[in-house]
């Protein structure tokens, strides 16, 4: 599983953590309306930092991508991006029940329970 995202907005005064990119994509359209700012940094968590001496040294976030809500047309793709990540979620879910189903009963006989007799 992907590690966090941070988003930042209102320039730079506030931030969150987000788990994954549906959840950067709900909160940047149901606050972008809200905010001082209409420009919002997405940060994908990468490696993390090691020091000189080998040590891990902390969280890296890095850039990857500015949405910024005052340009034509960015609202529209975020819902369409959005609409297209949900879609391929409940496919992954129909698939995950489609499999196999486990067995309520123990491996051993591979019947029902056995019932004890007195």
């Given at each position: 599983?992907?590690?966090?995202?941070?988003?930042?907005?209102?320039?730079?005064?506030?931030?969150?953590?987000?788990?994954?990119?549906?959840?950067?994509?709900?909160?940047?359209?149901?606050?972008?309306?809200?905010?001082?700012?209409?420009?919002?940094?997405?940060?994908?968590?990468?490696?993390?930092?090691?020091?000189?001496?080998?040590?891990?040294?902390?969280?890296?976030?890095?850039?990857?991508?500015?949405?910024?809500?005052?340009?034509?047309?960015?609202?529209?793709?975020?819902?369409?991006?959005?609409?297209?990540?949900?879609?391929?979620?409940k496919k992954r879910v129909r698939q995950r029940l489609s499999s196999r189903p486990e067995s309520h009963?123990?491996?051993?006989?591979?019947?029902?329970?056995?019932?004890?007799?007195?």
């Amino acid at each position: 599983m992907p590690g966090p995202w941070q988003l930042c907005f209102d320039d730079g005064h506030q931030q969150r953590y987000l788990p994954d990119r549906q959840a950067v994509l709900r909160y940047v359209l149901a606050i972008g309306p809200k905010a001082a700012s209409k420009r919002f940094e997405v940060f994908r968590e990468s490696e993390p930092v090691t020091l000189s001496d080998g040590t891990p040294g902390g969280r890296r976030f890095l850039l990857a991508e500015v949405i910024d809500l005052s340009r034509p047309g960015e609202t529209e793709r975020l819902q369409a991006e959005l609409f297209q990540l949900a879609n391929e979620e409940k496919k992954r879910v129909r698939q995950r029940l489609s499999s196999r189903p486990e067995s309520h009963t123990f491996e051993t006989g591979g019947g029902p329970f056995q019932r004890r007799t007195r």
